[in-house]
């Protein structure tokens, strides 16, 4: 079993719909990050969050540490939001370095016009 | 302009020849990391270095090499590369505090093939 688990591996969408991607992570972590990579291959960061939630424009991310998972929400979706998102966990379990990522396998989007 | 760079972003070469990837980075981050990417496998860790010469291993260090000598520089050694090396690598950097952790910045990525 993965120790990062994404869902919906692909997700198809009108645009102007609101999308949700779900992570969920079973080792203990110091912090979750949020990452998209576009169709071209480049990798940014969207968000990195240990608690709570954090919004950034149509971006909304939320992280529920005793359930040990974390969702990550596209309102009014476009076009231009097609992209593979990917969950990723800085583990800070068993004296295990916060340096150390382990990755989800990703969630493709597309956002149909 | 803050920034991760990567070179060469394509090379192709033969089983066993050394081969270096460079990774530099001029935000002044301690936290330096290595990635491998892979259809179906997706990214999976190297080797981090959480400041100058601390190296660890990530998930899948064998067969690479890493060294961290000073603060900008984080290069990928292949000693003896095999087609299993074949891949999508990343380097990436990050601020480090203690134990509380940074969004990562991503260079853009360096396509191997070894033959």
């Known amino acids: 079993k993965n120790e990062v688990e994404q869902s919906p591996q692909n997700l198809t969408a009108q645009e102007g719909e609101f999308i949700t991607i779900n992570c969920s992570y079973s080792?203990?972590?110091?912090?979750l990050h949020w990452l998209q990579q576009h169709p071209g291959g480049g990798i940014v960061s969207l968000f990195m969050l240990s608690s709570g939630k954090k919004k950034h424009g149509r971006l909304i991310a939320t992280i529920n540490i005793q359930e040990k998972h974390s969702s990550l929400h596209i309102t009014a979706s476009h076009p231009r939001d097609s992209a593979v998102y990917i969950c990723?966990?800085?583990?800070?379990?068993?004296?295990?370095?916060?340096?150390?990522?382990?990755f989800g396998k990703g969630t493709k989007l597309s956002v149909k016009p | 302009e803050a920034q991760v760079t990567q070179n060469p972003r394509y090379l192709i070469t033969v089983t066993g020849k050394k081969l270096t990837v460079t990774c530099s980075q001029n935000?002044?981050?301690?936290?330096m990391s290595w990635y491998r990417q892979d259809p179906g496998l997706g990214l999976r860790q190297i080797y981090y270095s959480m400041n100058v010469e601390v190296t660890d291993k990530g998930d899948v260090p064998e067969g690479y090499k890493v060294s961290r000598k000073e603060k900008r520089n984080f290069p990928l050694i292949l000693e003896s590369p095999s087609p299993n090396q074949t891949s999508l690598y990343f380097c990436?950097?990050?601020?480090?505090?203690?134990?509380?952790?940074?969004?990562?910045?991503f260079g853009p990525g360096t396509r191997l093939t070894v033959t």
């Open positions: 935000m002044n981050h301690e936290y």
């Open positions: 990723a966990v800085s583990r800070g379990d068993y004296g295990g370095s916060q340096g150390n990522l382990i």
């Open positions: 990436a950097s990050s601020l480090s505090r203690g134990d509380v952790s940074y969004e990562q910045y």
């Open positions: 080792v203990g972590i110091s912090a």
